[in-house]
């Protein structure tokens, strides 16, 4: 195809880092070979994210049956459980990815060099053979044959044996291990946790939010590591395996929901036990998959990439740390103003982070095949890849923002009646609504900047950010109350957006070829 040339540039054409970002923005939507590899990985991972919010809803609609006290005390344990695993889902993610795309092209790299060795040595042999055939016809049978065994029982070898991916094993090890500790802290500490997150010792839902926590927590192991198969898929960039094994598990879950709820009388203790059961058949999916296709055994410890792992992990918990702390903290400010600020607020902000899964789909698609070119140091794909997820996140951004601004005006009374409550909610959503595209471009930079293994200056730029977020937070909030919140929540966004425009705009850091 003509574009096609046109999709990876040669070096010829870099003049200036900040011409990445429009870059053949005229093949935005085009369906050439990057193109689809994008959308076969980008649209498979964005389903897999967006199932588990469904069936939290179905989930949350089945313990509402069972009564107020009930819905409230698993809300709370829903939120401490989720808040604990996000310290080590998303640094355990985003490296696995990174790292398995990286070995997996190495790997093929070396078979393809082999191969290219063999493919030489074979038309020697086709030369001299081509000698010998003018002395006979028998000699060229003996002399072909044994050369073209020897060339199938090579590619059988190939085609059927298993991959070898030390980072595999690693994340599979490191997420047993945080999925042991998060299960043992979670069952031991719960009512002290759950003291802390406001439910006092003598609140009726104490005991049912215990009860709740307790059993979902024995699903910790199978959580942590269902996620660090799904990064290894993703290094594959495989996303339709997780998406099926999410799928089937969910699925699960709803079916048995109502079955162990009602109908055994477990109430909230059957829909944990629900969750759990579902938890751990999508882990035996993925893992049934993963060894078919990967050897999980490796020949030494030494094999292992525990201090790589280790060493970005933590990097990337800092940046965990600093997000959480920003979106907390302006709940917080929300709660402070009155119960009305905080309801209209949970219903902003809920639907300000829901739609970012569509823009975390072209993020896991930008990773996983930056992570690829890199390791082949196929720089032209890199800026072909870079500035066709951002292209595509600036769209999707800007599509959102016109679908959130002209339907929230109307679907805002789906959350609540109350007058005061929808007035501030009127008042967010051109917040909401406006900073769609920034928010788009900075999740897309997120798996960008992952995909060149760029921890360090993510973790960093992130806690600066952070940093000047939280400032604004406590000067917007004091002087212009709920305005003043999404306000701040907007500079904290671009400032995210501007740290991936200045990496790459700079050309420094893995983007330092830029500049050559």
């Not at 009388?265 to 993925?286: E, T």
């Not at 709940?331 to 009155?338: D, R, T, W």
């Not at 390791?375 to 800026?383: G, H, L, Q, V």
């Not at 500079?491 to 700079?506: E, N």
């Amino acid at each position: 195809m003509a574009l096609d040339s046109d999709s990876y540039p040669s070096g010829k054409k870099r003049k200036l880092p900040l011409g990445i970002f429009f870059m053949n923005s005229r093949y935005a939507f085009a369906l050439d070979e990057l193109g689809l590899e994008i959308a076969q990985i980008a649209f498979p991972a964005a389903l897999a994210l967006t199932a588990d919010p469904i069936a939290s809803l179905i989930d949350t609609a089945f313990i509402g049956q069972i009564g107020p006290v009930e819905l409230a005390a698993v809300g709370v344990s829903i939120a401490l459980f989720n808040q604990v695993s996000r310290i080590a889902i998303f640094p355990l993610v985003s490296v696995t990815t990174s790292f398995v795309a990286e070995e997996d092209t190495i790997g093929r790299v070396s078979i393809e060099e082999v191969e290219g060795e063999n493919v030489e040595k074979g038309l020697a042999i086709q030369s001299e053979m081509k000698e010998l055939i003018q002395h006979s016809d028998s000699n060229r049978t003996v002399h072909q044959s044994p050369s073209r065994s020897a060339d199938n029982s090579n590619m059988s070898k190939c085609e059927n044996g298993k991959r070898h991916i030390p980072s595999a094993s690693s994340a599979l090890v490191i997420g047993g291990i945080l999925g042991l500790l998060q299960a043992i802290f979670l069952i031991s500490g719960a009512k002290p946790l759950l003291n802390f997150m406001g439910v006092n010792s003598d609140a009726p839902m104490l005991n049912p939010a215990r009860q709740y926590l307790t059993l979902r927590s024995l699903g910790a192991p199978a959580v942590l590591l269902s996620l660090a198969m799904q990064g290894v898929f993703r290094g594959f960039k495989d996303t339709k395996t997780p998406l099926y094994a999410t799928v089937a598990g969910d699925v699960t879950n709803i079916v048995l929901d109502p079955i162990l709820i009602f109908v055994f009388r477990l109430g909230v203790s059957g829909a944990a036990i629900a969750h759990v059961i579902s938890q751990y058949l999508i882990s035996l999916i993925l893992l049934w998959r993963l060894i078919e296709q990967v050897d999980l055994l490796p020949p030494s410890i030494k094999d292992l990439q525990f201090s790589r792992f280790l060493k970005n992990g933590f990097l990337l918990l800092a940046r965990v740390i600093a997000v959480t702390f920003c979106v907390t903290l302006a709940a917080s400010m929300a709660a402070h103003q009155g119960s009305t600020s905080m309801a209209a607020f949970q219903v902003c902000l809920q639907i300000w982070l829901a739609t970012s899964l569509l823009a975390d789909g072209l993020a896991v698609a930008g990773q996983a095949i930056l992570a690829s070119a890199f390791a082949r140091y196929d720089y032209d794909k890199a800026i072909a890849t870079a500035s066709r997820v951002l292209q595509l996140g600036l769209v999707l951004g800007a599509f959102l923002s016109i679908i959130l601004g002209f339907g929230l005006q109307f679907a805002s009374r789906l959350f609540t009646k109350d007058i005061n409550v929808l007035h501030l909610i009127s008042i967010g959503v051109p917040f909401v609504a406006a900073t769609q595209p920034i928010n788009a471009l900075a999740f897309v930079f997120d798996g960008v900047n992952f995909g060149a293994s760029d921890f360090a200056y993510s973790a960093c730029s992130m806690v600066l950010v952070a940093i000047v977020s939280i400032l604004c937070l406590f000067i917007l909030s004091s002087a212009y109350g709920f305005i003043g919140i999404w306000v701040a929540l907007t500079i904290y966004m671009s400032l995210r957006t501007f740290a991936g425009f200045w990496r790459i705009g700079t050309g420094t850091g893995p983007w330092s070829f830029l500049r050559s």
